[in-house]
Structures are given as C-alpha cells and as structure tokens.
C-alpha cells in the first residue's frame, strides 16, 4: 500500500483484523516501529501483535498503545497537539534506529460526540499535511456498527484514497487536494469536509489540486461558494475538468475561480 493515511471501518472484525496485521506485518519488514491501538471490539490483533514481539528481534519494535497513551489529549483532542504527539513518536523511533513509524488505531471511542468528532475531523486534516513527507504511516480505524455510515463517511473523506472523493491537505496551509467524484449526493458530505480544513488564504487565497477530481456537480461548486463566502477568501480550483470550469463561469461564483490544467 502507497497511501500514507488510510482510513478503515469495519462492522465484521474479521476482514479488519486481516488488514490490519498485514499492514503492521509490512511495517517490521520495513524495519519500522509498530503500534496498535485497540478499541473495544477490536483487541484481538493487539494480542496477536503482543505475541509477535515475543519473537522478533527487537522486543521494541511491536507495541500494543493504550488510547490514552496514543491520543492523550482528553475527551476531545486538540488537533494541533495531537500532531505533535506524533511527531515526538516518530522522532523517538527513529532515533531508537527503526526507519519509521506504523501505526493502526481504532479512534471509535474518540468520536462518539459532535464535538470529539469535529476535533478529530480537523486533526484528520492536519495530520494529512505531517505525513506527506514524515516517515510515519497510519491506519484510522472506525467501528461502524457503533457509529453508522454518515460519521464514518464524514471522517473517511478525509483520508487518502476514499470513496466517494477525498479531501485532504496539500503540501502547505494554503493548499488542499481534491480527488475523486463529486456527485449530486456529496454536496453535504463536501460541504462538512471544506468546514474541517484548516486553510490559510495568502492574500486571500486558497488552492485546491483537483487534478484527480473526476467529475463535479454545480451544487458541490456552490458549496464551494459558500464556504469562500464566510471566510471572505477566494478557492482557485485547479482541474483537468473543463466543463467545470464553464459551470462555475455560468455560476457566476465571485469567489471561486476555476483553472483547468493539462
């Protein structure tokens, strides 16, 4: 797996748990520091993990993570500290020798409420920017049973590779990324997505990487709109869309400017 940031629901602990030890299996191989973080339904990849590290050959390389311990900012976390806590992690591990750090999580317990759950959301967004270039990869796994399809759509979007598009942060806080399908149904999902950036305009101005982007309907282009609009920026959206482009100029949106590229 390429993708540095990958979101995971499960309802059948089976299927997760084989991703999951796949994954931390990679990641020894990689000579990397492993960490599991386990929820409460989702323990039994953390024994199994507790006995790989019996056998491997370094007894610090594999560790089962108390959610506490990994996400030590309370009831809900504060983004920009939690980041941090990664950082230091990372760091640590690197210097112990290792060539990174691997970590899955099952964060259900940490979005329970609305208000963990947009604390989360905009550490989702942040975290995106720290593992573009950090050697560190990460699994957030999300327990749908217990929080249901739109909490976990609302986060998954926020990771890479996610279904029905992903929004994430670009390469500085100006920037974000805008990949796959923004049908008639995303506009809501798109819109809750854009209030958990953490976009900085300079001298106004945000851009958005649509190069992946495969399709856009107006009413996304107006939510588009409206976000601008309450925080007096202007979003230039970069696509290979052409048809986007003259929706918008149809539009007549004054704070959305659409480039098409390549």
Not at 1 to 14: G, I, K, P, Q
Not at 20 to 47: I, N
Not at 130 to 156: I, K, Q, W
Not at 213 to 237: K, N, P, W
Request: hydrophobic fraction near 45%; glycine fraction near 8%.
């Amino acid at each position: 797996m390429t993708a540095a940031h990958v979101c995971w629901s499960y309802d059948e602990l089976r299927a997760f748990d084989e991703f999951a030890r796949g994954f931390l299996r990679a990641g020894l191989a990689a000579g990397e520091r492993v960490w599991f973080v386990a929820g409460r339904r989702s323990g039994a990849t953390g024994e199994w993990l507790r006995d790989v590290a019996t056998t491997a050959p370094r007894a610090d390389s594999a560790r089962v993570v108390s959610c506490a311990d990994a996400y030590p900012g309370g009831a809900a976390i504060d983004p920009a500290t939690q980041v941090e806590t990664y950082v230091a992690a990372t760091a640590e591990a690197l210097a112990a020798g290792f060539t990174g750090l691997r970590v899955v999580a099952d964060v259900t317990d940490l979005v329970r409420t609305g208000e963990q759950r947009a604390a989360f959301a905009r550490y989702e967004y942040v975290i995106g920017r720290h593992l573009r270039t950090a050697p560190m990869r990460a699994v957030c796994a999300f327990d749908r049973l217990e929080l249901g399809d739109r909490v976990v759509a609302e986060l998954a979007v926020l990771h890479e590779a996610s279904h029905p598009f992903s929004l994430r942060s670009g390469s500085t806080p100006d920037a974000a990324i805008l990949d796959g399908n923004l049908d008639l149904g995303a506009e809501e999902l798109f819109a809750t997505a854009l209030g958990h950036t953490d976009l900085e305009p300079v001298d106004g101005v945000v851009t958005v990487d649509a190069a992946g982007l495969t399709f856009v309907d107006h009413r996304s282009l107006l939510a588009l709109q409206r976000y601008a609009g309450s925080r007096g920026i202007t979003v230039v959206v970069r696509t290979r869309l052409a048809i986007a482009a003259r929706v918008a100029e149809l539009l007549e949106l004054p704070r959305v400017r659409v480039e098409v590229t390549g």
